[in-house]
Structure formats: C-alpha cells, structure tokens
C-alpha cells in the first residue's frame, strides 16, 4: 500500500503533536514514498517510508546516525546535521521523520574555495567528537589494521586486472609496508565527504548531509574525496586550517588522504572491470597513466617516505566512499 503525502503527515503530526505543518511537497521515488514539509516555525521536515529493501537497510543506517546526533552531539559541531524526530509504523510500513538542513550543495557552487577554510573547520568538528558516543555499537567500529587490510585488499584486485603500472603498483606497495602510516587512532567519521553531502551558504558550511556510512575509522576516509580533487597547494592550506582545529600526534593523516585518492581509482578500475564495463576500464586505465605521469621524478609524492607537503593527483571528486561502490566517473577539473 503506498502512503500519501497526506497518510505521511498526518502521521508525523499525531506521534509529534508540536509539529506544525505549513505547506509540503511530494518527494517519493520508486524505492520510498517520501514528502518534505516546511513548518510554521521555518523548519523543514521530511517523512519517509522505504518500498525496497535496499531503501530501507538506507534509513535503518541514517535512523541509528540520526538518533546518534543528538542535541549534545549536535552542539558541538559548527553546523547542522539531519536527525531523527520520530519513527515508528503504519500498517507494517515504517516510517522516519527527519527535521532537514538548508543550504545549497558545495558541488553546485560554481567556485567553492572560499567555503574550504570552514569545511576544514567542519571536518575537524567531526573528527573531533568524543568516542564516548558510539560506545553501544550505533556505528560500526574499524581499526587501523582493517584499513591497512582494506587498502591492501584493493591493490591486489587491481594488480589482477594487470591493467595498473607496475610503477604505481611499488608505490602502493611501499605505502603499505611503510608501518609509521598506519598508526593512527580511528575517530568518529561521516564515511567519506563529498562535495555533494557539504551544504553551504554566504563562504561557510551550513550542513553536511547523508551519513549512512557514519562509523569509527581513518579520518582520512572523511579527506580522500577532497585531496582527489584539489591542487596540491589548496591541500596544503586545507590541511593547515584542520591541523588548527583538531591538533595530534597524526602526522600522516594528510599521507594517507592522498594515497586512498588514488585507490579509489584502482576502485574504479575494479568496478568496471567486475561489472565488464570497458568504457570504465578504458577511463581508469586514462585516469592511472594520469596519475602516474604525476608522480614520476616528484619525491614529495613518494609514499614511502613522509611528504613535504600534501601533493596530490589532481582529477575530479570520486564517489561515494566505502563500502559504496562509485557509479559515476571523477571528472577532470581540478581547483
């Protein structure tokens, strides 16, 4: 039975009786029946009712994230998030109700370095809350060792397509070998921004959206999609804002962020090489001679030894961090 905006309201308004409805707009898909609501306090609402599975394993993960978020996480971030303000059930259907956040999505502001110094405020944010949170299992927790597994997992997928340079493969391998990269604490991270989950308005970050992926590990899984698409000396002074607002003994994280840029396009060799998609193969092979020319004669890009400064191959933002496998292409314009 599908549930109308009318059905998906009037619910939400009798399980939150404070819940002043002002006007609404339909929003469902095929995999959930969903309506957004502006309340006559000028806050939007979005309820949501999940039709697939996959639709509803989705907000089971940003539900446990949104209950995570609560007003004495929320108050020590330097913007907004989405969180939960009820959920429940109608006629077996489960439904969410999700106060939203404004803002307009970093990937559709034509210039978005201005808003960089406060994304690197907000990212640090993040990384800063304390551990204590999620001590009930809420988010999943990874190790330093599941990351080193994780990323060693990866270069040896792309070295069977035989598709990668054997330059490049030594330069993975050295990373992994290199013990000092891997000792780091995890922290509570989003999973793996990207310019379309970073909201802003006026130069700052207003919100950040789409935590499914929300668990303890590598902060840099939270920097990877940046350093994939920025030049070298806007990393730097990214890393230089972040390292302000969240000092610590990580001496690598900016190592790291650089070097899982660069497995996600070994990722994306492997997804089209898995799905036997050759004009993905074909791209990622392009992306990887790209890289490597990068990196060729550059000791400051040597993974084997800690950089001078953060350098980085610079292509488009990739997509969604793990465990989500990219279905769309970087790109090739850098900032």
């Known amino acids: 039975m599908a549930l ?16 002043e409805i002002d006007g609404y707009r339909d929003a469902s898909t095929d995999d959930v029946d969903r309506v957004v609501c502006r309340t006559t306090d000028d806050r939007v609402v979005s309820i949501s009712s999940p039709l697939t599975a996959p639709a509803a394993e989705l907000q089971d993960s940003e539900h446990r994230v949104g209950q995570l978020l609560g007003a004495g996480v929320r108050d020590r971030l330097p913007f907004a998030v989405p969180h939960t303000l009820a959920a429940g059930s109608l006629d ?13 999505p970093l990937s559709s502001i034509k210039d978005p370095r201005p808003v960089f110094p406060s994304l690197a405020t907000a990212i640090a944010a993040i990384h800063s809350l304390p551990g204590s949170i999620v001590t009930r299992n809420i988010v999943p927790t990874t190790t330093s060792l599941d990351s080193l597994r994780d990323a060693a997992g990866v270069i040896d997928r792309a070295h069977q397509t035989t598709k990668v340079p054997s330059a490049l493969l030594d330069r993975w391998d050295a990373a992994i070998e290199d013990s000092g990269m891997w000792q780091f604490t995890p922290t509570i991270t989003h999973g793996g921004i990207t310019f379309d989950d970073v909201l802003a308005d006026s130069g700052r970050v207003t919100g950040i959206i789409n935590w499914a992926n929300c668990r303890v590990a590598d902060p840099a899984d939270d920097l990877l999609n940046f350093f994939g698409r920025v030049s070298p000396d806007v990393a730097a002074d990214f890393m230089d804002t972040y390292s302000t607002q ?17 497995l996600e396009v070994a990722r994306w060799l492997i997804h089209g090489t898995d799905t036997r998609d050759e004009s993905i193969v074909a791209e990622a092979e392009g992306m990887l001679n790209s890289l490597l020319a990068s990196v060729v004669d550059n000791p400051a890009t040597d993974l084997g030894a800690p950089p001078k400064a953060p350098t980085t191959l610079v292509f488009g933002e990739t997509q969604p961090a793990r465990p989500v496998v990219p279905h769309e292409p970087p790109t090739d314009e850098p900032l």
Request: hydrophobic fraction near 40%.
């Open 4 to 19: 109308s905006p009318i059905m998906l309201t009037a619910w939400a308004v009798a399980e939150i009786p404070t819940l």
């Open 246 to 262: 969240r000092p610590s003994n990580d001496q690598r994280l900016a190592h790291r962020a650089r070097f899982a840029s660069e």
């Open 92 to 104: 077996t259907r489960r439904i969410v109700v999700t106060e939203e956040v404004g803002g307009t």
